[in-house]
T-cell receptor, first 112, second 115 residues
Framework: LAKTTQPISMDSYEGQEVNITCSHN???????ITWYQQFPSQGPRFIIQ???TKVTNEVASLFIPADRKSSTLSLPRVSLSDTAVYYC?????????????FGKGITLSVRP | DSGVTQTPKHLITATGQRVTLRCSPR?????VYWYQQSLDQGLQFLIQ???????AKGNILERFSAQQFPDLHSELNLSSLELGDSALYFC??????????????FGQGTRLTVV
């Protein structure tokens, strides 16, 4: 099971673009990279998922370099409501050992 | 709204007691996952069921058990409760058995307080 490493926390200001990185040096060939967002006392919410290069949806972009050993979640023009914990997951689901494993996540604090 | 329903939202009980947490997955989802989240442990995977069968087991205590019923709803049973079992318990569901690109949908959680 690929392990992920993220910084513990980061700060930003409203209106800025925020880039959150995640390291996953042991990612397997068939692993996807998935990001979840969690607000206090709420369940995690799927943000975006990708395999390689760049993926964009209505809320974020995900950049994955060719070696896939890291990924960067990009949040354009953050607002106070983007203050949350962000989790990066890689693969981890296969056969009898399947499970969704969350790391510690990174706490993003957006200031006015 | 994720489509995953958990009941009850809050539960307060005494040490030594037994409780049952319930989860209804999104319509069409066959997998149910249970997680425990406490302040010092983060999100801990407990167990997964797929179409009624246990699929994967994580850090689930022997005092805890779960099952998934034919209608695909799931229950997590916690017995001989201890103060340290106080936590948020989340249920998630996915349409597949869990693959490299699974997207899971989480419920709002049940907050268990053991006094």
């Amino acid at each position: 099971l690929a392990k992920t490493t993220q910084p513990i926390s980061m700060d930003s200001y409203e209106g800025q673009e925020v880039n959150i990185t995640c390291s996953h040096n042991n990612i397997a060939t068939n692993d996807y990279i998935t990001w979840y967002q969690q607000f206090p006392s709420q369940g995690p919410r799927f943000i975006i998922q990708g395999y390689k290069t760049k993926v964009t949806n209505e809320v974020a972009s995900l950049f994955i370099p060719a070696d896939r050993k890291s990924s960067t979640l990009s949040l354009p023009r953050v607002s106070l409501s983007d203050t949350a914990v962000y989790y990066c997951l890689v693969g981890g689901l296969s056969g009898a050992n399947s499970k969704l494993t969350f790391g510690k996540g990174i706490t993003l604090s957006v200031r006015p | 709204d994720s489509g995953v329903t958990q009941t009850p939202k809050h539960l307060i009980t005494a040490t030594g007691q037994r409780v049952t947490l319930r989860c209804s997955p999104r319509s069409g989802d066959l997998s149910v996952y249970w997680y425990q989240q406490s302040l010092d442990q983060g999100l801990q995977f407990l167990i997964q069921y797929y179409n009624g069968e246990e699929r994967a087991k994580g850090n689930i205590l022997e005092r805890f058990s779960a099952q998934q019923f034919p209608d695909l709803h799931s229950e997590l049973n916690l017995s001989s409760l201890e103060l340290g079992d106080s936590a948020l318990y989340f249920c998630a569901s996915s349409v597949d058995a869990g693959g490299a690109n699974t997207e899971a949908f989480f419920g709002q959680g049940t907050r268990l307080t053991v006094v």
